[in-house]
């Protein structure tokens, strides 16, 4: 296997090679190598179940812009237009830490000590998160009593609720 002697320079922290042939015999063994990871000096970086599972998943800023044009669209007043948009925010997290909750009862690799711990810390993230859906929704009926809905507008609340209601 062939060395190569890099520096690392204090801005990027990237490796530089100097030489060109040195450059050639990376291109041609990395080719070439079956196995690249064979090396002992390789670091090897794992990733559990759960991460796997969160990285799978994410959504990125401009998805979530997209699943809230319905809200947008719809022609209620702003006020509760953000309070249906902190509603379905709350629901996604709430359905991401059951999602997660399900993951660690099913992974039997878990010692049980550390299997209960996790489950705890989930089920008190469940409690704030539904503890705090409680309270948006109580906010989100004391909005609409205090403006005057018409039945159109009232029905197009629940309607977009019910949508991602978990």
Do not use: C, F, H, W
Not at 69 to 81: A, C, F, R, W
Request: proline share 6%.
């Amino acid at each position: 296997m062939t060395t190569i002697q890099s520096t690392l320079t204090p801005y990027t922290q990237t490796p530089v090679i100097r030489d060109k042939n040195q450059v050639a015999a990376l291109q041609s063994s990395a080719q070439t190598d079956p196995n690249p990871q064979a090396s002992p000096d390789s670091p090897r970086i794992q990733i559990s179940q759960e991460g796997r599972e969160l990285s799978a998943s994410p959504k990125s800023k401009a998805d979530k812009a997209k699943s809230n044009d319905d809200i947008d669209d719809s022609g209620l007043p702003d006020t509760i237009k953000g309070t249906l948009k902190q509603l379905r925010e709350l629901n996604e997290q709430l359905a991401e830490q059951k999602d997660q909750l399900q993951a660690i009862m099913a992974n039997r690799s878990l010692p049980p000590e550390e299997r209960q711990a996790r489950m705890a810390q989930v089920q008190g993230m469940i409690s704030t998160l539904t503890s705090s859906l409680s309270s948006v929704m109580n906010s989100l009926n004391k909005q609409m009593s205090e403006q005057d809905l018409s039945s159109e507008q009232r029905a197009k609340i629940a309607s977009l609720i019910a949508k991602y209601a978990s």
